[in-house]
């Protein structure tokens, strides 16, 4: 059997994906969509990634939210002091034991943004 090896894009829909594109490239480092093969797709560092449906009443994230991105980091309070300083409200800071802390921010049109530090990162 042929497994799946990572996670090849997330695509979703977006009232201004210009706008946006530019916000996470910003404010998170990721870099748009290359139009051409001069410029550089964003290339993740190898790492867990959690593929996890929720229950549709979860309150995880928000209920007028079918999605929630979740991005590992290496220095969550570097970020977290850099977004702030960017004026982006940071919400819901938490350790969990065993698997590292979180902080939750939002992007301009609304979408949960999880930043993840792994516990042994």
């Not at 994230?61 to 079918?66: A, G």
């Amino acid at each position: 059997m042929r497994n799946v090896v990572g996670v090849g894009g997330v695509f979703f829909r977006s009232k201004d994906p210009e706008a946006l594109s530019l916000w996470y490239e910003t404010h998170l480092g990721i870099n748009k969509v290359p139009k051409d093969m001069e410029q550089a797709p964003w290339i993740s560092e190898g790492g867990v990634t959690v593929f996890a449906p929720f229950a549709e009443d979860t309150d995880y994230f928000p209920s007028d939210r079918q999605f929630m991105l979740n991005f590992r980091v290496m220095d969550l309070d570097a970020v977290l002091a850099y977004l702030r300083e960017q004026d982006i409200t940071v919400s819901r800071e938490e350790t969990m034991d065993g698997i590292g802390r979180f902080a939750r921010i939002h992007d301009p049109e609304g979408n949960p943004v999880e930043l993840w530090e792994p516990e042994n990162s």
